[in-house]
C-alpha cells in the first residue's frame, strides 16, 4: 500500500476518490489534497451552477458516487426532500451539495480512520514522476509522495481557429460559457446572440440566457444543425443485458461493422436509447479493442452522433427547448465555423455546409462546443509543464493522455508505476471518462491500488504502442 498520496484537482473525481480512499483504508494513510484554489472544492464547472434550470443529465438513482452507497445521492436528495423519486433529472447544484456534504464527511471521519489528509487550497504548479515516487511542486514547497493522481478535470477551453484576436478582446466572442453565465454579463441584454455549437453545453446555455433576456433570439450554428437527443420520459431497461450485441463488436473491431450491428439491434426492435445505454458497462473494453485508426474514423465519422445519443437531455429540458423553436427565439442553422469577426459593432461568423458558406451577424457569440481534453497545446499550467518536460504523452487523437486502462500515466509508451489519472485525462484510454458513473467506477479501482500491498505493478509497454 502506498503511505502517502497527492490528490490534484478539486472536483467530483477528486471527491470520488478521497471518499473510496478514507472509507477504505485499513492502515495509516497520509493524503496531500491539492484543491486548485475552488471556492467549493468537489463542485467544479458541472455542479457549481447555480441555476436551477441546470439539470443532471442522469437519473437520480444513477448519480451515486460512492461505491459502498449506490443510492447516496437518492438518499440525500430525499433528506431533503421526500417527494423526489430515483427517476427524476435533478437539479445539478443539488449533486454540488451532495459532493461538498461527501467531501466533508470524508474530512470529518479521516482521523479516526487513520486517514491524515492535508488540504492544500491552492494548485500544484509541477509533478516530476519518478520510479519510486513522485514530487509534487506547489509554490515554495516541493513534497514527495508514494504516489499521486492527477484529477484536474477538463482543460481551459480555447477559441476555435478563425476567431479574430480584436473580436475576443471586444467581449463579443465568449469562449468559457461557464464564467460567462456566472458573471452578470453585458449590462443590456444582446438583440442576437449566436451559439457555436449545439451540444449539452449550448442547452444549458441557452436555458439560462432565455431566461435572463427574455427579448433575445438565439441562432445555434453546429454541423448536424440537431438538437441533443432526450431520453424517454420514463425509464426503461433492455430486454437482454446487451451482452450478443457488445460480443459481435467486440469479435470486429470496425467502426463501420458497429454502426451496422447498432442498426441492426435497434431494428429487432428496443427503442436505441436502450441499445446505447445497455453498452455503457462495456463502452471502456469495446474502446479498448478499436486499433487507432479505427478511433480516428470513429472521431471523424460517428463523434458527434454518438455523443448525440449517448448525452441525453431530460425530456423537460426538451420541451423548453422545443418552445423557445416553437416562438421563434431559436433557430438552427447548419454548418462548421470557420471565422469569427468583427464587423461594425457585431460579430460575424462564417460557417460552411455542404461546400457553401454562409454568413450570420449577431450581437454576442458564445462558444458552446464543451470540454477540451487536448493537452498537446494546453494552457493549463500543469498539464502544459507535464508534457513539456515529456512527463506524460499526450494521447494522438488529443484525448488526454496515454495511460493504461487501470489508471497509470505514461511517458514513451511505459506507464508510471506512481503516477494516475482520472476522468477526462482518461479518455483515450477509456473514451468513456467523464460522466460520474465512469468516475466513480474509476475512483474505486485507483483507491484498491493505493490500498493494496502489491501496488507496484509490473511495468508493462501499451499494447497500442506495441502494435
Ligand atoms: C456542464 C456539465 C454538466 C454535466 N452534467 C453531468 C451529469 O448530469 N451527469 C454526469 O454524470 N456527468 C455530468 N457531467 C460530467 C462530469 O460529471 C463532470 O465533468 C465532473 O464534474 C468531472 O469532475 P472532475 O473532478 O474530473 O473535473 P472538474 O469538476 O472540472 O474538477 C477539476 C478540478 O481540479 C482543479 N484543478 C485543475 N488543475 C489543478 C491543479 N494543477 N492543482 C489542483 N487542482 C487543479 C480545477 O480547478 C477543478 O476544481 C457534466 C459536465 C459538465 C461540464
Known sequence: MFRRVAIVGGGAAAVALLTELVDRA???LHLDWYTGGAAQPGRGIAYGTTSPRHLLNVRAATMGMFSRRPRGFLDFAQRADTQVAGTD???RRWYGDYLEDQAANALAQSRSRGVDVRVVPFAADALVPEIDGVTVVQGERASRVDAAVLAIGALPVRPLDGVETALLAEGRYVVDPWSFLASSGPHTAPREVALVGLGLTAIDVLLDLADRWPDTHFTAVSRHGRLPAAHLPVSTVP???GGALVEAMHDAPEIRRWLHLLREAIAA???WRVVIDSLRPSTHQLWEALPLAERARFLRHARWAWERARHRMPPQVERQVLALEREGRLRRVRGRVTAAR???????LEAWHAGVRSSLLADLAIQTIGLDTDVRNTLHPLMRQMVTNG???PDPLGLGCQATPDGRLCHDGTPWPRLFGIGSLMRGARWESIAMPE??????VLASQMLEPAAAPARRRLASQAG
Request: hydrophobic residues 30%.
Open 26 to 28: 485499513s492502515a495509516p
Open 89 to 91: 433529472f435533478l437539479p
Open 239 to 241: 430486454d437482454d443485458d
Open 269 to 271: 426492435g428496443d427503442d
Open 342 to 348: 468583427s464587423r461594425g459593432g457585431h460579430v460575424e
Open 391 to 393: 512527463h506524460v504523452t
Open 439 to 444: 468516475i466513480q467506477l474509476q475512483a474505486r
